[in-house]
């Protein structure tokens, strides 16, 4: 740890002034069970501080959570070992994942591919879409009703099917410590988290609005 003031203890070695600034200000609110703990990438966020572990005590802090809920993170083991893994495989692969896997904002496959409408058709429709919860996130977006929602989403997930995302995620080929080879996947919620955060966040501000909670900033906006 490379400090501690004003109950926020620090681990970040490169840490901007509006950042300290943000977690601070964090710090002081009522509901934190302990000090606020900045990690070594924390940086500037909307409301909370990105790379910031804020305990709380009966409430929930909707851009604490942030928009990023809901993306998805796996490792593959290939049969390939780093000495078979020569120039023109390594440009095949790269090349192949360029081409199969769209990625940044909104960017999704023109139509549903072959693995997508297999998929749908093994395992029906994604169990969020019948989730009150997600539903009326979503139509605090669109404005529509129940039915039109579902639509929409369904039809969304199955263009987005094997895309990225955009902003920190990623595909790429690793190699281990013993010599193999492997994909490891970091992928988006494709919007989902984004809805979710949006109309909860709103949510708690109308919530601290109610109870007349006076908030340094409104994204500090909580339930309890």
């Known amino acids: 740890m490379i400090g501690t003031t004003n109950n926020v203890r620090n681990w970040a070695s490169n840490l901007e002034e509006n950042t300290r600034l943000q977690a601070e200000r964090t710090a002081r609110l009522p509901i934190l069970a302990g000090p606020l703990a900045l990690m070594p990438d924390a940086h ?18 909707p851009s604490a959570v942030g928009v990023d809920i809901g993306c998805g993170m796996i490792a593959l083991r290939t049969d390939l070992e780093r000495g078979e893994f020569t120039k023109s495989i390594e440009g095949l692969i790269h090349g192949a994942l360029r081409e199969s896997i769209p990625s940044g904002v909104g960017i999704n496959h023109p139509a549903p591919t072959d693995d997508a409408v297999r998929f749908f058709e093994l395992s029906g429709t994604p169990p969020g879409l019948e989730n009150v919860h997600v539903l009326g996130a979503a139509m605090q977006k669109r404005h529509n009703n129940d039915g039109e929602v579902r639509d929409w989403l369904t039809d969304k997930a199955r263009v987005q099917f094997g895309t990225l995302g955009a902003g920190n995620h990623f595909v790429e080929v690793c ?31 109308a919530s601290c609005e109610r109870a007349r909670i006076i908030l340094e900033d409104k994204d500090f906006a909580y339930f309890t």
Request: aromatic share 4%.
């Open 175 to 205: 190699e281990s410590e013993d010599g193999a080879v492997w994909f490891v996947l970091h992928s988006g919620s494709r919007g989902i988290g984004n809805v979710l955060a949006t109309a909860h966040s709103k949510l708690a501000k």
């Open 44 to 61: 500037l966020g909307m409301g909370a501080t990105i790379g910031s572990v804020i305990p709380t005590k009966g409430a929930i802090i």
